[in-house]
């Protein structure tokens, strides 16, 4: 277990590999841990970064649970570890962090993996809003597998976190992609029961450095429950050229008619 103090609080995260950074955020539901077959699977090109969030598994208990509050911690995390351009793979929440730092500081994000993002209020289901932590645990019907890496860190999670999501303004700002002059791919499970896929009418607005895949028969968690074929697609993402449009990605021909 690695740990930094930040603003005198205690911060857990965990690294993995050698190369160029990729940071890994996790969602609402569950913590770094989930993350360490993705990171296994990328760390053979890559040195990956994994940390907890405030509220969330070993990492402190503090009420900094805002968008802006969980921004401004990746900020002086990676400042601490000497980081200065990095990829980012968010997850929920996370996705939403990533996005909130690249506006912040576009310099620093080179590009986004973004998870299950709400991109409106309406996409964001009553279950993850009303729901205790370990009642959406419950819906998600995962392998047995999978569902011990999430459920093992449940009780490590502050349920403050969840509620302060129905007293802020969490989805993507359309102002906010349109600005972003970097790669962001998003991608999300077809059955998830708490971020409900964007409909076409928004995927279509997507500015240029943007597209966005649908997981078929996959729920909040694709990493984990199509993990070959989510390996693969990051793996790709991450391997293309700085600077180079994700339009010009070749996307393999099992997942080109799901591209939108």
């Not at 999300?188 to 409909?199: C, E, K, Q, T, V």
């Not at 993990?227 to 449009?245: T, V």
């Amino acid at each position: 277990m690695s740990a930094i103090l930040i603003e005198n609080d205690l911060v857990h995260y965990e690294v993995l590999g050698r190369g160029k950074p990729v940071l890994f955020l996790h969602s609402w539901l569950g913590t770094w841990r989930y993350w360490i077959p993705i990171m296994q699977a990328v760390s053979v090109g890559f040195r990956t970064y994994a940390l907890d969030m405030w509220g969330f598994g070993d990492t402190a208990k503090n009420q900094k649970y805002t968008i802006g509050d969980q921004t401004q911690l990746i900020m002086q995390f990676l400042d601490k570890l000497g980081i200065y351009r990095i990829a980012i793979v968010g997850h929920g929440l996370g996705g939403l962090v990533a996005l909130d730092l690249a506006k912040k500081m576009p310099d620093v994000v080179d590009r986004i993996f973004a998870i299950a993002v709400p991109f409106t209020n309406e996409l964001i289901t009553n279950r993850l809003l009303k729901n205790k932590v370990t009642e959406n645990f419950d819906l998600l019907s995962l392998q047995d597998l999978i569902s011990d890496a999430i459920s093992s860190d449940l009780p490590k999670i502050d349920q403050n976190v969840i509620n302060i999501i129905s007293d802020q303004s969490n989805p993507i700002e359309h102002d906010t992609l349109e600005h972003l002059g970097v790669n962001c791919l998003f991608v999300h499970g077809s059955d998830d029961p708490f971020i409900l896929p964007p409909p076409m009418s928004l995927l279509s607005q997507l500015p240029e450095f943007h597209h966005s895949i649908i997981f078929d028969q996959t729920g909040h968690f694709p990493m984990l429950e199509d993990n070959s074929k989510f390996h693969r697609l990051l793996n790709d993402f991450l391997s293309l050229e700085s600077g180079k449009s994700i339009r010009d990605l070749r996307l393999k021909e099992e997942w080109v008619r799901r591209v939108r």
